[in-house]
């Protein structure tokens, strides 16, 4: 199988707030040397907790944030550091979906210019012309096609989110950023949005890369899952050997956390209580990132961060893996 | 025990411009001291209106509000707007979804959290003082005497969370009401709240109303469920009855449709049809039959009639508002439901 996005130590450093005049500008390490690769066609997924990194890295891959080192190679491509201009024919390839359905659709057009936009932006005329493939997009995510020429306003968070799918596929991509795409959602809506995203994935043969907080969710979607911690990776794996066998103390915490719907299975499963909250990422902890709140913690995740190494089935990032 | 919280026949409707919103529709249930109750629904079923309706929140609006709410044996929708602000934060209390929107950004935590203590208890600023860091300690905030006096911005969303439970909880109230307390965190924040929140009813034997719309946090949490849809209760029974044999549609759809950790992930998701109803023009009959796959089974009735909350087996505390009668619910169940569990 061919790679279709390669990424190596990517690094987002934004700047924070500074102290005094002359004084030293704090620096939020939002995203701290990422390595991971996705293949053609693959959905991988990216799970953490709110200031992880996960949604930064979306838009770091899309180029909708400047990288502050590293590399990002899409396609066999180094896109790193290519302007506006130079994107735009490469943006046909590499599309995002957002998390709120609302804010990322522009109130003032109707949803036939709002899927049409791609051709527009990227002066591509489709076969048959621009009303019938967007007609035909509508009614690939379950849209009535006759409702072209209705405003986002008229329609419910879930049609809205089928409506920024829709724009996502127009130019049919390759790859996919879906930054939480269902948490906005109703449940009952949430399940319909991600066995469209299912559908689409297969149908069209589009790589995915699958941000969410929801393990669950993403245990659905993902054939592979990335677990991110303070702006690191801690450990990726295939889907089964995640979930059945975490190897880093985070990912087993973040497992045991999930609330459980079955009133039988409560009692039986292991629970692990992390305490504290994340720490911030202007400061973040030395040595390996997540010690602060590890039970396992010794001097060495204080002193060396620890790199992402194979073991078994799974890489991680931890001296003392499960 | 006798039910500390009694409401019956709540109802709820804001006029519109647009025509009269029912929020809630007839609504009955009751709760005893120290147990939890979990109103599940999706958004726009009535959950949170319900809640406000229960602190008294929306006399002095437009809102139209009927039926009795007894805490207590005190009718709260008979008193007037002074004598129940007496009662809130002693009697009831709620802790809100966003903690940084239910926080005043201009003062510190400490200062908010004495302020409910000042107004319902005779003491002077210092005591009430000592009595915030106290909470503050309680609901795990690290170095209270030191964190009293920041201010809202200056903790974390965990931490937030745990001071609204603070000065919620500060005047020892019987009824808390937690309106999606856990939404807005990351899980395992969440699981420590929820924690908290089980040790807290413990140690005060407090009665918790735990509006969520995660089937996860009531399975973890509550004792009795209420499943709402279209301001409307539905399904109501502990939490074993509605989880392990649920016997509405509507239920079972939420049930197989939310992603699981157990079970095959390959398999498509059983997804509820369609789209909740708006409140303005709720289809006729039952308020779910356009999103049934069940509708066929009974025939006309379902749009016809609005079905009547009965118990599932004559004398049962497990009640459903469902047309279908009970040797076809248990069919159904057993073939068609409960494989996708």
Redesign the interface.
């Known amino acids: 199988m061919s790679k279709i996005l390669k990424v190596e130590g990517l690094t987002k450093h934004f700047p924070g707030r500074k102290h005094s005049l002359f004084g030293k500008r704090d620096i939020v390490q939002a995203v701290d040397g990422l390595n991971f690769e996705v293949e053609t066609g693959e959905a991988i997924g990216l799970v953490g ?2 200031g992880c990194g996960k949604s930064t890295t979306g838009r770091l891959i899309t180029r909708l944030l400047e990288p502050t080192s590293g590399s990002i190679e899409f396609n066999g491509k180094d896109i790193t550091h290519l302007s506006n201009a130079q994107m735009r024919p490469i943006r046909a390839d590499l599309q995002i979906i957002f998390q709120d359905p609302y804010a990322s659709l522009n109130p003032r057009h109707t949803v036939g210019t709002i899927v049409a936009s791609p051709f527009r932006i990227g002066g591509i005329e489709p076969e048959g012309g621009t009303k019938k493939r967007v007609q035909e997009l509508l009614e690939i995510v379950g849209l009535n096609p006759e409702h072209y020429n209705r405003y986002p306003h008229e329609f ?1 968070g ?2 809205r989110q089928r409506i920024g799918i829709a724009r996502a596929l127009a130019l049919r991509p390759k790859l996919i950023v879906a930054d939480e795409p269902v948490s906005a959602l ?7 949005v ?2 469209l995203l ?2 689409l994935q297969k149908q069209f043969d589009i790589a995915f890369i699958f941000i969410a ?5 993403v ?2 979607f993902a054939q592979r899952v990335a677990v991110m911690y303070l702006g690191n990776i801690v450990e990726i794996a295939d ?1 089964d050997t995640l ?1 059945s066998n975490p190897k880093h103390p985070y990912t087993k ?14 009692g039986s499963r292991e ?1 692990i ?3 504290g ?2 720490p911030n990422p202007i400061n973040p902890p030395s040595g390996c990132r997540f010690r602060t709140r590890c039970w396992k913690a010794q001097e060495i995740c204080a002193s060396n961060p620890p790199e992402l190494i194979q073991i078994g089935m799974s890489q991680v990032a931890c001296h003392f893996p499960e | 025990m006798s039910n500390f919280l009694e409401v019956k026949n709540l109802s709820v409707s804001f006029p519109t411009e647009d025509g009269v919103v029912r929020a809630v529709d007839n609504l009955s249930f009751t709760l005893e001291k120290g147990k939890t109750l979990g109103i599940v629904g999706e958004s726009g079923s009535g959950k949170s209106v319900t809640s406000l309706a229960i602190l008294g929140l929306h006399k002095g609006s437009s809102a139209e509000v009927s039926g009795q709410i007894l805490i207590d044996g005190q009718d709260i929708n008979a008193k007037p707007e002074t004598d129940v602000r007496l009662l809130r934060g002693k009697l009831m209390s709620m802790i809100f979804q966003d903690a940084l929107a239910a926080l005043h950004p201009y003062y510190t935590v400490g200062n908010q959290i004495a302020e409910a203590y000042l107004v319902h208890n005779k003491v002077s600023k210092s005591v009430a003082k000592k009595r915030a860091i106290e909470m503050l300690d309680r609901v795990g905030i690290p170095n209270p005497q030191k964190r009293i006096n920041d201010f809202p911005h200056q903790f974390s969303g965990g931490m937030r969370q745990r001071a609204m439970i603070a000065m919620a909880l500060s005047c020892n109230p019987s009824l808390l009401i937690a309106d999606e307390p856990t939404t807005a965190l990351d899980v395992t924040v969440q699981a420590q709240i929820i924690d908290l929140l089980r040790d807290l009813q413990k140690e005060f034997n407090t009665a918790i109303i735990l509006i969520t719309h995660d089937l996860g946090v009531v399975a973890e949490t509550a004792d009795d469920i209420l499943l709402m849809y279209a301001g409307k209760e539905i399904e109501y029974g502990t939490v074993r009855d509605v989880l392990q044999k649920p016997q509405h549609p509507y239920g079972w759809g939420l049930l197989t449709s939310i992603p699981r950790l157990t079970g095959d992930p390959n398999k498509s998701l059983a997804a509820i049809p369609g789209t909740p109803p708006s409140l303005i023009s709720v289809p006729s009959g039952c308020a779910f039959h356009p999103r049934c796959s069940y509708v066929s089974r009974v025939g006309t009735a379902c749009s016809a009639t609005i079905p009547e909350l009965l118990p599932v087996t004559s004398g049962a505390h497990h009640l459903v508002r469902c047309h279908l009668d009970a040797t076809a619910r248990e069919e159904i169940f057993k073939n068609q439901v409960g494989p996708n569990l």
């Open positions: 907790e709110s419910s879930g049609q109703d449940v009952s809506i949430q399940a319909q991600i066995n299912k559908d907080h929801d393990l669950a969710v245990r659905h889907r979930y915490a973040l497992l045991s956390a999930v609330p459980e719907v079955d009133p039988d299975a409560i629970r209580r992390l305490t909250d994340v």
